[in-house]
């Protein structure tokens, strides 16, 4: 099932901003342009985890006080 996806650019994206655990855009650049890309820790895994969560969310709320 998955080796069959097809990655697509959602048709009324404006502004993508991505954060990943490694600092790279996951592809996404060669879909549409990346507004930015951010670092966070864990793994795709953990990254809602108590552990992590607060730091996503501090990235979540910069991200739409930059918009």
Do not use: C, F
């Not at 650049?29 to 507004?35: E, K």
């Not at 951010?38 to 910069?62: F, V």
């Amino acid at each position: 099932m998955l080796k069959d996806y097809k990655m697509t650019t959602p048709r009324n994206m404006r502004t993508l901003h991505v954060l990943s655990t490694d600092g790279s855009d996951l592809g996404w650049g060669r879909l549409t342009p990346v507004a930015s890309t951010m670092t966070i820790d864990g793994t795709h895994a953990d990254m809602l985890s108590s552990k992590h969560s607060k730091q996503l969310a501090e990235r979540i709320i910069l991200l739409t006080k930059k918009m």
